[in-house]
């Protein structure tokens, strides 16, 4: 059975040391130029009036030239005041306020992206925060490195408790494997929280999207980019950056959109990230598999202890790399507690996006 379980966890092992592997060459991005490339930043918001005039102050705070940058606020058929809050705004030069042409996220964007007039298209989401040089930093790096796609660095804010650390230590994980796989060549995920990209490259790729699915707008554009082999996505390593994005205080609104990510793989056509997601998946039901084993027969215990440790290495190197390079390093306490509770939490989200009713859009 030590055998078996060895097998079945090694492609897990192996795929996760080589995004270790390109974790470690990261080389940080130090903005030391000037540019002429005007930027739209589009935001989709639906009921955001409390955290969109945050957002909007942050934006107006960046330094960078006003009339190098647009901001395209959609408002995405909100029932509260965010249209009125946002089209009252007044300390963002080149700001425009649109409603939603449809319906859902996706939509939202598309609509925001086809009055846009810069040719690098910047997302963010209403409920992020940012520094005063996140705008100058990523304008930068696109226009050094002209890549069709640039994944930029997102962290969630501290939370409360076990919980609240284990969704960041989720979050942190998430966002080492996604630097990981871009350096190592095989992107698998990003985050429209944070996501820069040509505008040209959306028109070209727009009808990649899954126009049936109300968000997903983010991971399968990468998807999408991806299969042109001419294409480049880069990662943005740089701490400026970097935006930080709500945690979730109740564990149902958590689940629920864990489980609005997952319903999307049934859509996803790239063969690593299918790969990847299926390993993980095997490798979580073999630890719980042997871990119920257990209570009939000890001997089982021991070879799911042996499973955790072996399981356990890459997500520690990962994590390790992660941690420190967003100046988490205290998450790593949580650590072992996290990895005992990791495996039911995505049969119970994996489960809740396939087998419940309602809306998974």
């Keep these: 059975m030590q055998w078996i379980a060895i097998i079945l966890?090694?492609?897990?092992?192996?795929?996760?040391?080589?995004?270790y592997r390109g974790l470690r060459s990261l080389k940080s991005f130090i903005p030391a130029s000037t540019t002429s490339i005007f930027a739209s930043i589009i935001v989709a918001c639906r009921n955001e009036q409390e955290y969109l005039p945050l957002l909007?102050?942050?934006?107006?705070?960046q330094l960078h030239p006003d009339s190098l940058f647009e901001v395209i606020i959609v408002d995405d058929n909100s029932a509260d005041r965010t249209f009125e809050i946002a089209s009252g705004y007044s300390g963002i030069k080149n700001l425009t306020v649109i409603k939603n042409e449809g319906r859902g996220k996706k939509e939202a964007i598309r609509t925001g992206i086809i009055v846009s007039a810069g040719s690098l298209i910047i997302t963010t989401d209403a409920d992020c925060s940012m520094g005063e040089n996140w705008l100058r930093t990523i304008v930068e790096f696109y226009e050094e490195s002209g890549a069709d796609m640039i994944v930029c660095p997102?962290?969630?804010e501290?939370?409360?408790?076990?919980?609240?650390?284990?969704?960041?230590?989720?979050?942190?994980?998430?966002?080492?494997?996604?630097?990981?796989?871009?350096?190592?060549?095989?992107?698998?995920m990003c985050n429209g929280a944070n996501l820069a990209f040509k505008r040209d490259a959306y028109m070209i790729n727009q009808e990649n999207l899954h126009p049936e699915l109300l968000s997903g707008d983010d991971i399968f554009l990468l998807h999408s980019?991806?299969?042109?082999?001419?294409?480049?996505?880069?990662?943005l390593e740089a701490f400026d950056s970097v935006v930080t994005t709500r945690s979730h205080s109740d564990a149902g609104q958590f689940i629920k959109q864990?489980?609005?990510?997952?319903?999307?793989?049934?859509?996803?056509?790239?063969?690593?990230?299918?790969?990847?997601?299926?390993?993980?998946?095997v490798t979580i039901l073999l630890q719980i598999f042997i871990l119920a084993a257990g209570f009939f027969n000890h001997t089982f215990i021991y070879i799911y202890l042996f499973i955790l440790i072996i399981k356990s290495v890459p997500d520690l190197l990962i994590l390790h790399n992660t941690t420190l390079r967003y100046g988490k390093r205290e998450l790593m306490a949580w650590f072992i507690p996290s990895q005992v509770v990791y495996p039911f939490y995505v049969l119970i989200t994996v489960s809740y996006a396939f087998f419940s009713p309602g809306e998974r859009n």
């Design 56 to 61: 909007l102050n942050d934006i107006a705070a």
């Design 9 to 19: 966890i090694f492609p897990y092992v192996y795929i996760l040391l080589v995004i």
């Design 258 to 281: 864990r489980r609005k990510w997952i319903s999307k793989v049934i859509a996803y056509n790239d063969s690593f990230t299918i790969l990847l997601g299926i390993v993980t998946f």
């Design 158 to 188: 501290q939370g409360k408790g076990f919980f609240g650390r284990f969704q960041e230590l989720e979050f942190l994980s998430l966002q080492g494997v996604t630097a990981g796989s871009i350096i190592s060549g095989n992107s698998t």
């Design 154 to 156: 997102v962290k969630l």
């Design 225 to 235: 980019i991806k299969k042109n082999e001419q294409s480049v996505i880069e990662w």
